[in-house]
Structures are given as C-alpha cells and as structure tokens.
C-alpha cells in the first residue's frame, strides 16, 4: 500500500502562491496518474488537477486554470501543486492521490487558507 504525505500548506492572502508537495512511499507511484484533489467544509472531494505517469500531460478543472501547475518528480515519489494567484475559493484540504477509480488510503491532507 502506498502511503501519501502533503506539505506547504498555510494561511495566504489573496493574489499570493504557495507551492504543495506530496511524498509517496513505493515504486508504483511512478506507474500511475497522480492528481491533487481538495476538500472545502461541507463540499464533496474534488480533483482539480492531474498528470500523467511520465508528466507529458496534465489536465485541470476549469476553476483553476491558468492558475495551478502540477509537476512530478518521479525520481523523489513526488508530485507538485504549484498555486498562483490564490483566491478566497481556493481555501481547502488538499490532497493527493492517484486517479483511478481505486484510490490508495488518503493522507492527512494540507490545509490552504486564503484570506480576502
């Protein structure tokens, strides 16, 4: 079983960045999808961006495109949610995970803040 750890979470004012890492222990990480989801209070799970086990493609929801990147180092069981002008809506738990219908276990998750 794979296990996930998120970091670089925090309190931010709007129109600033911060940049999120996932840490995944086992060598499949490198053979699947990863995708950033998050959470808002009383929301559903939502993926908001993902990419492909090589990194040669990536897809985001409408909400933050043009706005977030994610990244993968594949050599550090890594996977990067870079987040540029935040705004208040961005503010959630974060989480990554790969993207097939049989998620591994959740990790704790990252918190994001955005003040207005």
């Known amino acids: 079983q794979v296990q996930l750890v998120e970091s670089g979470g925090g309190l931010v004012q709007a129109g600033g960045s911060l940049r999120l890492s996932c840490a995944a222990s086992?060598?499949?990480?490198?053979?699947?999808?990863m995708g950033w989801y998050r959470q808002a209070p009383g929301k559903q799970r939502e993926l908001v961006a993902s990419i492909t086990p090589g990194g040669s493609s990536t897809n985001y929801a409408d909400s933050v495109k043009g706005r977030f990147t994610i990244s993968r180092d594949n050599a550090k069981n890594t996977v990067y949610l870079q987040m540029n002008s935040l705004k208040p809506e961005d503010t959630a738990v974060y989480y990554c995970?790969?993207?097939?219908?049989?998620?591994?276990?959740w990790g704790q998750g990252t918190q994001v803040t955005v003040s207005s």
């Open positions: 995970n790969n993207v097939r219908s049989s998620t591994w276990s």
């Open positions: 086992g060598s499949i990480f490198r053979l699947n999808s």
